[in-house]
């Protein structure tokens, strides 16, 4: 999927990665122009003062911030940042377009990659100096427009996730330490990765409030000729999914790629014994990818006659095809072909004549199969707590904590530092929007302050 580079941090996507990305782009980015959001492209680079325009903003991002010093042998007179993210570079040209109520609503997206310097463990697609993302930004008149969109979005976010990826995700908000910097509230959809015991945010809508629009002077004349600022939202998802996707599903023989997004659904394998009629095997080969192509199914025939068929059975489970078809002299003979599901290893032998009909069955069920044991697996890891003592052992045990929460950002930092180690502090990873019963008198498990909320605890990436 991806190859080292030789810039520490950075990694070349291969066509195996590539085609997953592009997969979930083509849904999200239908999605985003039914809701009459339009692609645009903005510079990568940023100057220094837009850049620190919004203090809190640029505090959060500054660390991470890489800057462009010289050109050729001279130094530049003013450093040059390049785009951890794009309010700073969007939003003056916002001011300047958006004039009065009838250019509201203004809704952007960019496809595009962003560089942010990170220091702390590098890890492919999960922690990168360059990433691939989505980007949106959107103007409002009014706050109500902002919070509806920004659910639409987390919804669409979820989809990618479960309806594609096939991983289980919780919707819901971050806590004021979590949020973006200089928003006003985000919301997230999380996954949890049970090998590791550790959550991880999977892509976030945030809502932005009027804080942009103040430093960035986007105000607009309303309906009565008053002047009135706008509400915006910016939201993200990444090539982080690939990586979120590679830990939940994968197993010992290596990847496992939902049907959905796999480049290849289904490997066609000949398995010609000696004396067979192997023309025979290669042309029944032939014919079963034309009739699996032609009903829109991704498929492939591996005839390099170099490689035994058992070689090629390894070799494309480690790339995590989710379906193999084997056709031998037996099958040739029987008219049929015999297929092994790569999620569980299950083998069914299929008519030929039932072909199409009974691949599309299989690759829905191996979907759905993948969904189900994923849920499952971070299910049994959830673990429900009510005091310090149940908390601190539930993280020993690698769990995803829910826990009563007395929703102050001083208690939050205390349970980071009292929980920092080796496996790294604890924090919120979302309070999510189903929460259960808060029985009165409940009182919060770090701080015995009354209760206001339910949230998710953890390590996370």
């Known amino acids: 999927m991806i190859e080292y580079y030789d810039i520490s941090g950075c990694y070349i996507l291969r066509p195996w990665a590539m085609s997953i990305w592009e997969t979930m782009q083509v849904f999200f980015d239908a999605e985003i122009k039914k809701m009459k959001i339009k692609n645009c492209y903005f510079p990568l680079f940023v100057s220094p003062g837009v850049l620190q325009r919004e203090k809190d903003h640029i505090e959060g991002f500054a660390p991470e911030v890489a800057w462009v010093t010289k050109s050729g042998e001279s130094d530049l007179e003013v450093p040059i940042a390049i785009r951890p993210t794009s309010e700073t570079v969007m939003y003056p040209y916002y001011s300047k377009w958006i004039r009065g109520h009838r250019d ?7 496809w595009c990659n962003v560089v942010r310097w990170e220091f702390s463990h590098p890890t492919p697609f999960i922690r990168s100096r360059e990433f691939l993302w989505q980007e949106g930004h959107t103007a409002f008149a009014t706050k109500d427009e902002a919070d509806t969109e920004v659910l639409e979005i987390l919804e669409l976010y979820r989809r990618i996730y479960e309806e594609y990826l096939a991983i289980p995700v919780i ?11 200089g928003g006003l509230y985000t919301t997230s959809v999380e996954a949890f990765i049970p090998n590791t015991g550790r959550g991880i945010q999977g892509a976030t809508s945030h809502c932005l409030g009027q804080n942009f629009a103040k430093m960035f002077e986007i105000n607009f004349e309303n309906e009565k000729g008053e002047k009135a600022m706008v509400w915006q939202n910016s939201w993200a998802y990444s ?9 939940v599903h994968g197993d010992d023989k290596g ?9 290849v659904q289904v490997i066609i394998v000949p398995v010609p014994y000696k004396d067979a009629d192997t023309q025979g095997i290669f042309d029944a080969c032939s014919t079963t990818l034309d009739t699996l192509s032609e009903a829109g199914i991704r498929a492939e025939v591996d005839s390099r006659d170099n490689y035994s ?17 084997e056709i031998g002299p037996k099958d040739l003979a029987n008219n049929q072909v015999r297929a092994v599901r790569r999620d569980n290893s ?6 030929r004549a039932a072909l199409v009909e009974q691949v599309k069955e299989l690759l829905e069920s191996i979907q759905q199969s993948l969904f189900d044991a994923a849920k499952e697996k971070r299910d049994v890891c959830i673990q429900v707590i009510n005091t310090w003592e149940e908390f601190t ?38 309070s999510p929007f189903e929460q259960p019963a808060l029985p009165e008198g409940t009182k919060c498990f770090a701080s015995g302050k009354p209760a206001k909320k339910w949230s998710y605890w953890g390590r996370s990436y």
């Not at 908000?173 to 949020?179: A, R, T, V």
């Not at 090539?239 to 830990?247: A, F, L, P």
């Not at 299950?346 to 008519?351: Q, R």
Request: with cysteine; charged share 30%.
């Open 104 to 110: 509201l609503p203004l809704k952007l997206n960019q």
């Open 171 to 181: 919707k819901g908000k971050k806590s004021e330490m979590e949020k973006f910097a």
């Open 239 to 247: 090539t982080r999914t690939i990586g979120v996707m590679v830990m």
């Open 255 to 263: 990847l496992v790629l939902p049907p959905k997004v796999a480049s």
């Open 309 to 325: 068929p058992g070689w090629k059975y390894s070799h494309w489970e480690m790339k995590g095809v989710p379906l193999r078809i």
């Open 346 to 351: 299950g083998k069914k032998d299929i008519p």
């Open 393 to 430: 052992e539930a993280l020993s045990q690698k769990k995803m904590i829910l826990a009563p929460w007395c929703d102050e950002e001083e208690v939050e930092k205390d349970v980071k530092t009292r929980t920092k180690g080796e496996m790294g502090a604890a924090k919120t990873l979302c």
